[in-house]
């Protein structure tokens, strides 16, 4: 991930989390829920303290939280409190296999997830996926998805990606004149684009990217942006640029909410995976690309605690 953190949402100091599983057992007992207690700790908890909060709250009330919350709110306010009260990788798992069964086959959060996170990342993800669906991330992304680019996600699913530069020889030059033929074809060489920017490291793909620019005299960046579209090129302008991603989750969260409707999976996925990592960037990216702040949106288009969970995740004090 982003080794630049700029996270809106930090450890609490003095934290207890004994002292946490009561209030938030006072705030869900009896009739109705106190849902601003919900809010003043699980969106101001980081995630390793949220776990400690769920054993101190088992050890306390031989009780699971996550369902002691979520029977008692709906709508997206469980969703956004139930995604918190999951392990991350459990989190992605879910997420991705809801990609992978529905009809649509969207692929962003896919492209997201496999395209920034590490070996080790992707490997806990795909341990997860085995444990909670029967069967592994590769083989239900290869029952589901055909063609070169799902074949790139495959690849990159498998958690074998190279990552120490040194294993690779000095093979950019090879592969910048491989990718100068492949993408600039009539019809693109996408099996030889998947295999280079499916296996490689992030710093040899970047020396690649210059030499490609030396030898055509037009950066890969553009070539991509002018070439490909849709996922595709998400996912190849993640893999080159990964320091970008706060430009691409600003874009991601202003397409979730612009218009008619709003796509409330993409927003919370965001807010809650971002929130600890450089969501501070992502709205500074925000406000300078649409010359609204992020805040504002997701005021505009969400409403109740649903609302008052998203804004305090993101950094805004709550009411």
């Known amino acids: 991930m982003n080794p630049n953190f700029n996270p809106s949402l930090k450890p609490v100091e003095n934290f207890d989390a004994y002292n946490d599983a009561e209030n938030l057992q006072n705030a869900i007992k009896g ?82 997830v496999l395209c920034l996170m590490t070996n080790k990342e992707i490997n806990d993800i795909s341990n997860a996926y085995q444990r909670l669906y029967d069967k592994s991330l590769e083989q239900h992304m290869r029952e ?28 950019f030059q090879v592969d910048a004149r491989l990718l100068k033929e492949a993408i600039n074809r009539i019809f693109k060489d996408e099996a030889k684009i998947v295999e280079v920017f499916g296996c490689r490291s992030t710093e040899h793909l970047k020396l690649m990217a210059k030499e490609y620019e030396a030898i055509k005299g037009v950066s890969l960046e553009d070539d991509i942006k002018s070439k490909f579209h849709g996922c595709f090129k998400d996912a190849l302008l993640l893999r080159l640029n990964p320091e970008s991603q706060c430009k691409h989750f600003s874009r991601r969260l202003h397409r979730s909410m612009a218009g008619i409707g709003t796509n409330d999976s993409t927003l919370i996925r965001i807010c809650i995976s971002r929130c600890e990592i450089d969501m501070n960037d992502i709205k500074a990216e925000f406000q300078s690309k649409f010359s609204e702040s992020l805040m504002s949106f997701i005021k505009g288009d969400t409403s109740g605690n649903y609302k008052k969970a998203l804004l305090a995740l993101c950094g805004e004090a709550t009411d």
């Open 31 to 112: 009739v109705g829920t106190d849902s601003k207690t919900l809010i003043n700790i699980l969106c101001r908890r980081t995630d390793d303290q949220r776990i400690k909060i769920v054993k101190a709250y088992s050890q306390l009330f031989n009780k699971n939280l996550q369902h002691e919350i979520i029977s008692g709110i709906t709508g997206n306010f469980q969703n956004v409190l139930f995604g918190l009260l999951t392990p991350k990788n459990e989190f992605y798992a879910n997420e991705i296999y809801e990609v992978l069964s529905s009809k649509s086959k969207i692929l962003d959060l896919i492209v997201d």
């Open 144 to 171: 589901q998805l055909s063609g070169h680019f799902e074949n790139m996600l495959i690849s990159l699913a498998e958690g074998k990606r190279i990552e120490n530069p040194m294993d690779e020889k000095n093979a």
